[in-house]
């Protein structure tokens, strides 16, 4: 397994790599289309849905999984990044690809994809078109009812894009990645309904308006149906509590063929709720093509939806907590659901982040919800901030104490010898930090 992460990642990694240093060439769907050909297409071979947006899309990605894999279907699930294990990545009914079926489907991919002859014409493929090729082999092979995909970046030249799937569906659009998917919500908007395909249907929650008009301007160019929970989908939820599952959502929708009433989100915070409701919109689609989905077992199948790097409590005592938060909105929606779910004392926030994020915008939530913030970055992350340029950052914002730490082991421990009993510890920023304190707890290194 050591030599294919090595070969794995000597290609070039979008996610860890600066994006001012890539070559353009990396962004553009012939060559992923190529190797698949020379894979005999194994993305045809099974049903799947597509998810993009900038937030919220792996939430719904599980969500609907788990919900699929409820109604009895066998359901693949390609998400990214990963936290511990890059193998977390490719699932079916929710278990890792085992590592022997791993290497073989890397074996079979590489073996085309370094082929000379293939890469004098085409170029080196990537990390992310590998290991999104091995998922789709794996599910051909496995022979999945379904398959959900969750975009790597943007939509149109992400290499998911060569599916055609049953439904596809964009959550939230934020402004992120802007010096490849651009500087305006609309424009990002535009990269991300690339993903619609002629007479597939795409649902969407209610964005602000210059995002519907470009999503219903290319839904009219691509003669794909535009669906927008709360607009053509009747949609409603109401926030409540209780002692089994503490602050969470409960949705209702309807259609002429499904009627989720007060179906409760298990995923915690208020901004769950939309992405409820746009998973469940999504499985009612996918009714209208022939799945059966019964409400019973929706909600059942909802209700086992992982929260792996959603407000994920990865250790007791002193209590950490681990999110995947990596912008404004999604950072201040943290710091929401953690008061409302956990009881605390004092908050300790281990922060660090790419470069190309909104960085202010996430310092601002910080400074609204954390007590005190030990700045660090992930390892092996080029693309990550320096801590002590985010302390510098935060500190012209907030009064409040910021340390750094050069890892995120050396920020964990300086947290945990702070802490009390009473307090918590979260750990946020990317997926890379949330993941990296995940295994270091795991393998009990701090």
């Known amino acids: 397994m050591t030599e294919a992460m090595d ?13 001012s240093s890539l070559d353009p060439d990396v962004f553009k769907l012939d060559r992923m289309r190529a190797l698949a050909e020379a894979l005999g ?37 390609y998400t990214s990044p990963h936290l511990v294990d890059l193998r977390e990545r490719i699932r079916l009914n929710q278990q890792m690809i085992p590592e022997g079926e791993f290497l073989d489907c890397l074996a079979f991919v590489a073996d085309r994809a370094t082929d000379p002859a293939f890469e004098a014409q085409h170029g080196a493929a990537t990390f992310f078109e590998i290991v999104t090729l091995i998922s789709f082999v794996y599910f051909a092979r496995q022979a999945v009812d379904l398959a959900v995909l969750e975009v790597g970046l943007g939509g149109r030249l992400d290499a998911t894009n060569i599916i ?47 995002v519907l008009e470009v999503f219903r301007e290319v839904a009219t160019a691509t003669n794909a149906p535009l669906l927008v929970v709360g607009e053509d989908i009747e949609f409603s939820y109401r926030m409540e509590g209780t002692p089994e599952l503490g602050h969470h959502a409960r949705v209702v929708l309807s259609t002429q063929r499904s009627n989720f009433e007060h179906i409760a989100v298990p995923l915690k915070g208020e901004h769950q709720a939309l992405n409820g409701g746009l998973a469940l919109a999504v499985v009612d689609r996918l009714r209208e093509r022939g799945f059966d989905t019964p409400e019973g077992k929706v909600a059942q199948g909802l209700a086992k939806t992982p929260n792996l790097g959603r407000l994920e409590i990865v250790r007791t005592r002193p209590r950490v907590v681990v999110d995947g938060a990596h912008n404004p909105e999604s950072v201040g929606a943290l710091m929401r659901a953690l008061g409302q779910n956990l009881k605390y004392d004092s908050l300790v926030v281990i922060f660090g982040c790419a470069a190309d994020k909104n960085i202010i915008g996430m310092l601002r939530m910080l400074a609204q919800g954390a007590d ?14 320096e801590p002590r340029d985010l302390q510098r950052r935060f500190q012209e914002l907030s009064p409040k104490m910021a340390l750094t730490a050069p890892t995120v082991a050396d920020a964990l421990r300086t947290a945990m010898r702070a802490v009390h009993p009473d307090d918590l510890i979260c750990c946020t920023g990317s997926f890379y930090i949330a993941g990296e304190a995940k295994k270091l707890i795991q393998t009990k290194v701090v």
């Open 7 to 19: 070969f794995l990642y000597q290609r070039v990694n979008v996610e860890r790599q600066r994006l």
């Open 41 to 77: 297409n194994p993305q045809r071979d099974f049903k799947s849905v597509h998810v993009a947006g900038s937030k919220g899309k792996g939430s719904v990605c599980e969500m609907v999984a788990s919900i699929m894999q409820g109604c009895g279907y066998a359901t693949g699930l």
């Open 164 to 210: 055609t799937p049953e439904v596809c569906a964009i959550t939230s659009i934020q402004l992120e990645h802007t010096n490849i998917l651009g500087d305006t919500h609309e424009k990002i908007a535009r990269e991300k309904a690339g993903i619609m395909k002629p007479g597939v249907p795409c649902i969407t929650i209610p964005q602000r308006p210059g």
């Open 372 to 385: 005190k913030v030990i700045f660090t970055k992930a390892d092996n992350n080029a693309r990550a901030v």
